[in-house]
């Protein structure tokens, strides 16, 4: 198995622009996460999808971020518009029960100057 | 709420040595306890999970941890640390029942000198 895929590894943007990140769960995990990671706040959960369906978006930090997973091999994070203070590494993660045993991807760098 | 606690941000230890990365959590059942390390660029990976049972917890690159209810600890071990071990080790937490996010302490970035 690949693991868990994201693409892009590094973006670089600017203030304002649309970015989109790509998750490719597990095949066979109902679970997928999206986490941001800083130095300031740690990993923070975004959002979570059981078997497609968004199930908590709490930490999403406002609207200019939206989550979608049209189907089970794939989902995106979006931020529209862009702003420097979206700067971090964002992880997707998948689990077959969500009881918290993850596996990771590799990442996105995120830079928005 | 749910807590973890890492008291230790950066530790150093010599190749060969033992290594002990502390955990404490608050939490007022019987948690979901698991490490995760990270090495740099890379995601994080599961080393070892507790969800019940043995308290003494074996996982992968010779790790184990051991959940003690009275201290609120999941230590994290290991009696002979490698160079390739230097990374950061999260130490994270999870309600048992139903539906809870886990919290992931802040990290213990751990490096091995020869």
């Known amino acids: 198995d690949a693991g868990v895929i994201q693409s892009p590894r590094h973006e670089v943007t600017e203030m304002g622009q649309e970015v989109t990140l790509r998750c490719k769960p597990i095949?066979?995990?109902?679970?997928l996460f999206w986490y941001r990671q800083t130095m300031m706040r740690g990993l923070e959960l975004l959002i979570y999808?059981?078997?497609?369906?968004?199930?908590?978006d709490s930490g999403m930090p406002e609207d200019r971020f939206s989550a979608k997973m049209p189907n089970a091999s794939f989902s995106t994070l979006k931020i529209q518009p862009s702003e420097p203070r979206d700067s971090a590494v964002y992880f997707c993660?998948?689990?077959?029960?969500?009881?918290?045993?993850?596996?990771f991807g590799s990442g996105t760098r995120l830079t928005v100057v | 709420a749910q807590s973890v606690t890492q008291p230790d941000i950066h530790i150093t230890v010599s190749e060969g040595a033992s290594l002990e990365l502390r955990c404490n959590y608050s939490?007022?059942?019987?948690?979901?306890l698991f490490w995760y390390v990270q090495s740099p660029g890379q995601g994080l990976q599961l080393l070892l999970k507790?969800?019940?049972?043995?308290?003494l917890v074996q996982g992968i690159k010779g790790f184990e941890a051991e959940f003690k209810r009275s201290q609120s600890s999941f230590n994290l071990r290991k009696p002979s640390v490698h160079w390739s071990d230097a990374a950061e080790y999260f130490c994270?937490?999870?309600?048992?029942?139903?539906?809870?996010?886990?919290?992931f302490g802040t990290g213990t970035k751990l490096q091995v000198i020869p």
């Open positions: 993660a998948s689990s077959p029960e969500g009881r918290g045993n993850y596996t």
């Open positions: 095949s066979g995990h109902d679970y």
């Open positions: 999808f059981n078997n497609n369906v968004p199930i908590d």
């Open positions: 939490y007022g059942a019987t948690p979901y």
């Open positions: 507790y969800f019940s049972g043995d308290t």
């Open positions: 994270a937490v999870r309600g048992s029942g139903g539906y809870q996010k886990v919290t």
